[in-house]
């Protein structure tokens, strides 16, 4: 069975601090990995994606993600957190294409 | 702004009530995602359709049924509703099956009294 973990429900960063998110997930087979940002009151936004190309997927908005195979992870990384950062972010599995599950959300809040 | 359109975006109606939900992809995009998202449960899928076909299925309680049609909106059926149906429910669509991305709607929030 497929599952994403996001360890951390609620991160705070000063802006300008490294914003690290993080996501664990648990296939039996290659996955497809996904980050989305949520705004408030909004639908998700997808930030970026790992098809099994290149492990280092660079994004929109400054934010990137490794896969790290060994660990199972696919943490989100943005070297400098602005404002405009906060917001819900999520990590998604899908294997097979078509269904996809989504870990339960961190909060991030970006401190001025 | 997505392109995905859903509506409406808020309802409110009574437990044991019957409520359509209904989402329009992205012109050319033939898969449609319905997902419900509560603050308990998270963000949890349903059920997905491409080109008028169900391909997937999630979560989705029986009480819970969609379809889509040939013009490849879809809609999204909730009956016997429960006070705990209260969430938002959101619609995403993609150009195809397999790893595409999803362009989410901007939901309907469902509040059940």
């Known amino acids: 069975a497929q599952s994403v973990t996001q360890l951390g429900s609620h991160v705070s960063v000063s802006e300008g601090a490294l914003v690290l998110l993080r996501c664990n997930y648990s296939?039996?087979?290659?996955?497809?990995l996904f980050w989305y940002v949520q705004y408030p009151n909004q639908g998700l936004q997808l930030l970026l994606k790992?098809?099994?190309?290149?492990?280092l997927v660079k994004g929109i908005n400054g934010f990137e993600a490794e896969f790290k195979k060994s660990e199972t992870s696919f943490h989100l990384t943005k070297p400098s957190a602005h404002m405009r950062d906060a917001a819900e972010y999520f990590c998604?599995?899908?294997?097979?294409?078509?269904?996809?599950?989504f870990g339960t959300g961190t909060s991030l809040t970006v401190i001025p | 702004d997505s392109g995905v359109t859903q509506t409406p975006k808020h309802l409110i109606t009574a437990t044991g009530q019957r409520v359509t939900l209904r989402c329009s992809p992205r012109s050319g995009d033939l898969s449609v995602y319905w997902y419900q998202q509560s603050l308990d449960q998270g963000l949890q899928f349903l059920i997905q359709?491409?080109?008028?076909?169900?391909?997937a299925k999630g979560n989705i309680l029986e009480r819970f049924s969609a379809q889509q049609f040939p013009d490849l909106h879809s809609e999204l059926n909730l009956s016997s509703l429960e006070l705990g149906d209260s969430a938002l429910y959101f619609c995403a669509s993609s150009a195809g099956l397999a790893y595409n991305e999803q362009f989410f709607g901007p939901g309907t929030r469902l509040t059940v009294l």
């Open positions: 998604a599995v899908s294997v097979g294409g078509n269904q996809f599950y």
């Open positions: 790992y098809t099994s190309a290149a492990t």
């Open positions: 296939s039996s087979v290659p996955p497809y």
């Open positions: 359709y491409y080109n008028g076909e169900e391909r």
